[in-house]
């Protein structure tokens, strides 16, 4: 019987009930990052010529992606719970042809204004999607596969972004790039509606299910029932905070790069790259460890580690003499380093391991989190309770470009900012952990 539950898992990407769900969620964030980067390397390298007005528009630029989450996940959260899920699938992902279609139009006129709003229509699109894409998954998969299923969910959404990552920086700023993206975001969202034809899920957990449409009151209303669930409250309140700084790093890694690091638009790939396939490798890893049965139990010392490899690529960075670097490297002090330069720089190069370090652990924290989440949530109101957990994590994310751009308002550097981060989870392994088993129900 061990061998075959084994088996089930090792096969759980090729089964009929778990790879068209999977492939659907891969395919959307796939595509949000390819049109998100894309966006980002243009400001950057493109529509931007400072420091401070490319922090601002970065910053800005996330804070309107998440901002939906926090404004719609309420109704979707009631809506996935109310309606079958297949069928809401099958809907979302047209709306996101529709979208991509608007976002290559954009990405052609290198317009600002149609830009933004592409990005503010996807994160309403993914807001929509995101509380089906977790509910969901318990309707599909029995409990003991629900760890190996979140581990792929969240690993490969990592790996979605890397490849979007990837192809959105170095397609959009290519020659013809703009036609190449604009084309491939429709194709992707073409492919990624084809795969939601094939999801298979049970009917809806709460038909009767009265949906309150005032966005505001249902979002205060299904905060405050969520509390109650003790344990899925506590993993929400952790992922929101995980998401806090990984949305300050995935924002601000280019610029970062560029004006810190003062190198190159490949440079900024191989950390973005870096950050996601460690990701990946935390959360698949994670679920071999705990053997199928999630806890909290070293979350706390994940939380240190992340604080320390943060303060590590900081002062990696204060500590290198960049105006040297012309001499060392017979290279004109204007020139941006490319990647193997500056893989020669110490001690700034350290700084790419303590990244490495911090998204492996980061991986490893937030798959636990959500099958908590998904296992100590009754199932008619587990779409709430992931919608919730959007909530949360989108206005945590928004705080963070809101005191980004206060930082940047104030000409506070990114690398203090970083620091005081470091600072913050320091304090937030006391407020969350300070009595962690209590949570667990």
């Known amino acids: 019987m ?19 769900i999977f492939w659907v969620q891969f395919l959307g964030a796939f595509n949000d990052n390819l049109f998100k980067n894309a966006l980002v390397m243009l400001i950057t390298f493109r529509l931007s010529s400072s420091a401070g007005d ?13 901002l939906p989450f926090f404004l719609f996940s309420s109704l979707a959260g009631q809506i996935a719970d109310h309606y079958p899920k297949q069928r809401l ?44 894409k977790y509910s969901v998954l ?7 596969e629900l760890l190996r299923g979140n581990g792929l969910f969240s690993g490969s959404t990592f790996i979605a972004i890397l490849l979007g990552t990837i192809l959105g920086g170095i397609g959009v700023l290519a020659e013809e790039g703009l036609w190449i993206m604009s084309l491939a975001i429709l194709v992707v969202a073409i492919v990624g509606y084809l795969f939601s034809l094939k999801v298979v899920s049970g009917t809806s957990a709460n038909p009767q299910l009265a949906i309150e449409w005032n966005l505001f009151k249902s979002t205060k209303l299904m905060v405050s029932a969520s509390v109650k669930h003790k344990t899925a409250f506590f993993s929400v309140l952790a992922i929101s905070w995980f998401w806090f700084i990984g949305a300050v790093l995935l924002s601000q890694i280019p610029a970062l790069v560029k004006y810190d690091l003062q190198a190159d638009d490949n440079v900024v790939i191989a950390y973005l790259t870096l950050f996601s396939i460690g990701i990946a490798l935390g959360a698949g890893v994670v679920g071999r460890f705990m053997a199928n049965q999630a806890h909290i139990k070293w979350h706390w010392l994940m939380l240190l580690g992340m604080s320390t490899a943060l303060a590590v690529t900081v002062l990696s960075i204060e500590f290198t003499d960049f105006s040297q670097l012309a001499l060392l490297q017979n290279v004109s002090h204007e020139t941006l380093l ?37 296992t100590h949530t009754p199932s008619v109101v587990r779409a709430r309770m992931v919608a919730v957990n959007n909530i949360m994590n989108a206005f945590l994310m928004v705080l963070s470009a809101v005191l980004l751009m206060l930082g940047f308002a104030l000409d506070l550097s990114l690398l203090n900012m970083l620091m005081v981060l ?18 667990v129900e």
């Open 2 to 20: 061990q061998n075959k539950a084994v088996l089930t898992q090792s096969n759980l990407l090729f089964s009929k009930r778990f790879y068209p």
């Open 54 to 66: 490319t922090g601002l528009l970065i910053t800005f630029a996330a804070g309107l992606f998440i």
């Open 89 to 132: 699938i099958k809907k979302i992902k047209l709306a996101e042809i529709l979208i991509m279609g608007l976002g290559a139009i954009a990405l052609l006129s290198q317009e600002l204004i149609l830009l933004f709003l592409t990005l503010f229509l996807m994160g309403s699109q993914s807001a929509f999607f995101g509380p089906i």
């Open 138 to 144: 318990p309707e599909i998969l029995p409990e003991n």
């Open 338 to 374: 490319n990647f193997y330069d500056f893989m020669s720089v110490w001690p700034a190069n350290s700084s790419f391991i303590a990244l490495g370090i911090l998204s492996v652990l980061g991986g490893a924290f937030i798959v636990p989190l959500y099958t908590l989440l998904q």
């Open 422 to 439: 470091a600072l913050m989870n320091v304090v937030m392994v006391v407020v969350l952990f300070k009595k962690r088993f209590i949570a």
